[in-house]
């Protein structure tokens, strides 16, 4: 009886693993790699600027051509000494004052918001005279002549700039003033055609 009850649990196991679904083996490519979840060992160094890099944003990248381009001027200090001692050794008369300044395109970052570039144009000269009388046109005249001769004794070709810049002249006795601004190309034209005194005055108006 013993031996018969084995026989047929044996045989039931039999038919059970006979029954079983076929495996089914999927191909190599199809197979995905279970993930390593193990930390990575590093020194206590590195450790602290893996850190630090997950906490600290990185900077954005200023891109090549991100510029929005402004008109601007620059002073030119050596310039402007050299300009100073020329008209000094002219010998006006007057008490005269002058900026020079460069003239050009600021380039701004538009993501920074920064200036990262400057393209000059042209060298301007600003020159203010006091004189007593501001209806003496003839008296005026004379002295935007040499103003202009001075300027133009420069070395105005070794300055920033790729073209001939403005004289502005602003002529005050503390109350009221009378102001030029010119191309010194004009001034230089005007002068070569012989004028000056009020005629020079009035064609550079």
Same mark, same amino acid.
Do not use: H
């Given at each position: 009886?013993?031996?018969?009850?084995?026989?047929?649990?044996?045989?039931?196991?039999?038919?059970?693993?006979?029954?079983?679904?076929?495996?089914?083996?999927?191909?190599?490519?199809?197979? $995905?790699? =279970?993930?390593?979840?193990?930390?990575? +060992?590093?020194? %206590?160094?590195?450790? *602290? &600027?893996?850190?630090?890099?997950?906490?600290?944003?990185?900077?954005?990248?200023?891109?090549?051509?991100?510029?929005?381009? $402004?008109? =601007?001027?620059?002073?030119?200090?050596? +310039?402007?000494? %050299?300009?100073?001692? *020329? &008209?000094?050794?002219?010998?006006?008369?007057?008490?005269?004052?002058?900026?020079?300044?460069?003239?050009?395109?600021?380039?701004?970052? =538009?993501?920074?918001?920064?200036?990262?570039?400057?393209?000059?144009?042209?060298?301007?000269?600003?020159?203010?005279?006091?004189?007593?009388?501001?209806?003496?046109?003839?008296?005026?005249?004379?002295?935007?002549?040499?103003?202009?001769?001075?300027?133009?004794?420069?070395?105005?070709?070794?300055?920033?700039?790729?073209?001939?810049?403005?004289?502005?002249?602003?002529?005050?006795?503390?109350?009221?003033?009378?102001?030029?601004?010119?191309?010194?190309?004009?001034?230089?034209?005007?002068?070569?055609?012989?004028?000056?005194?009020?005629?020079?005055?009035?064609?550079?108006?």
């Amino acid at each position: 009886m013993r031996g018969g009850y084995l026989w047929l649990l044996a045989s039931v196991l039999l038919i059970l693993g006979a029954c079983r679904a076929p495996e089914f083996i999927l191909p190599d490519g199809f197979l $995905t790699p =279970t993930p390593n979840l193990a930390r990575p +060992v590093f020194s %206590e160094d590195e450790a *602290a &600027l893996q850190s630090e890099s997950a906490l600290t944003p990185t900077p954005q990248t200023e891109t090549a051509g991100a510029c929005a381009y $402004t008109w =601007t001027r620059q002073a030119l200090p050596e +310039v402007t000494k %050299e300009a100073k001692r *020329a &008209l000094e050794r002219a010998g006006l008369g007057v008490p005269v004052e002058v900026t020079a300044e460069t003239y050009g395109e600021n380039c701004i970052n =538009t993501v920074t918001k920064s200036a990262t570039g400057f393209t000059v144009v042209e060298t301007d000269f600003r020159v203010v005279v006091t004189v007593e009388n501001l209806e003496d046109m003839e008296m005026l005249g004379g002295i935007l002549r040499r103003i202009i001769e001075t300027l133009l004794a420069l070395p105005l070709d070794t300055y920033p700039g790729t073209r001939m810049g403005y004289g502005g002249i602003r002529f005050t006795d503390g109350l009221a003033e009378l102001n030029l601004w010119f191309e010194l190309q004009a001034g230089k034209d005007a002068i070569e055609r012989g004028l000056q005194g009020a005629a020079l005055l009035f064609a550079l108006q």
